[in-house]
């Protein structure tokens, strides 16, 4: 067993309905067993005391979080980030859609896939919700890496069949069969899991969308995300396509897609009843607060979703999102309620934490195995250990308590302050030497 001794903070209850969810302990001890599961969580001196011969891992010097949880990134577009001063279908059409269609190269979707999850683990990233590639062969690489990482990997093929480039595009049939094939290869594998994933309805027809529910169906335990309403045009293009559809959400209610295990992605501009259906289905959004910003997507309604009982978590969107820091995309949202004055929904670092990890969690069914620091949960962590003499180094260091420590990791925290990360128990990322393993305190 291993004792680690930190600071620590973790959100085991839902920011927005407890009272108390911030726990926070400047100098916590957290019992991992051999298995990588957490058997203790307390004051270490306590901790300690009641496993007197478990060795001490000495993080003191910077904060422990739960392993980040991004809802919604996209595995080709790790090259093409940065892409500003276009709106969605443009950017799509200029810089996604060209990089997806180089993903047919095998050698170069096993490279960009080496490149994509490196990021999520030096980011902090434990678990993921990853929009895969249209191409097969790309998602064998993908998964194939993925496994090799130890990350927690929620994916799938991504499948269109209409008004995006010709060579991303398959069949109803084909869409079917392949994702039937990567589902008995991956699907539970391991930390792997599977999502089924058309791309929008904007790009895949009712066949197309029926196809994936029959997966569904025949798979009851594979995730479905998507996309929806994320803008204007967007939607516009949407109801065209759709004409007997009530709304974008009805394409999808329509093949039985939404459901508690359901993650679809933006939602700037829902109607009342698509929250109204949503929070019914126990299907989640995963708001990109980021990606937003930079496509001029909207502001995210936020209360409206909370008060609707629509279940939110966050996501980079990478490549249309800003990088792949879960810290930044808080910080965002935090920026984007603000702006949105009165009808915002105010949020204190106690909800920032608790949508950068536990609530993603939550959207994708694992709860009981990630999210937090409770007993009986899997060790997925973040050590976030700024430089010496940093300006976040600096203001920790005069942080009055754990709210404005949080506040400050979130505000000034980036990828080069992330130093270890564990899932399940195993080290997968280590910007510096580790600390001694054996040391007795």
Known sequence: ???????LMHTPENAFTAQDALHALDDGGLLVGEEGTILACGPFAEVRAAHPRAEVVDLRGGVLLPGFVDTHVHYPQVRVIGGLGMHLLEWLDRNALPEEA?????????????EFLSALAANGTTTALVFGSHYASAMEEFFSWAQDTGLRIVAGQVVSDRLLRPELHTTPERAYAEGRTLIERWHGVGRLLYAVTPRFSLSASEAMLDACGTLTREFPTVRFTSHINESPREIGTVRDLFPAA??????????????RRGVLAHNVHPSDRELGVMAEHRCSVAHCPCSNSALGSGLFPLRRHLRAGVHVSLGTDVGGGTGFSMLKEGLQAYFMQQLLGEVGEPLSPAHLLYLATRAGAEALGLEETTGDFS?????????????????????LRHSDGPGRTLAALFTLGTQSDVDRVWVGGDEVYARSAAPEVGVRA
């Open 102 to 114: 180089r993903m047919a190269d095998r050698a170069h979707a096993r490279a960009v896939a080496h």
């Open 1 to 7: 067993m291993r004792l680690y001794r930190a600071t």
């Open 246 to 259: 009530r709304d974008y959400l009805d394409t999808y209610e329509r093949a039985g897609l939404v459901t």
């Open 375 to 395: 007993v009986g949960k899997a060790f997925d962590a973040v050590y976030l250990r700024p430089p010496q003499d940093s300006t976040l180094d600096t203001v």
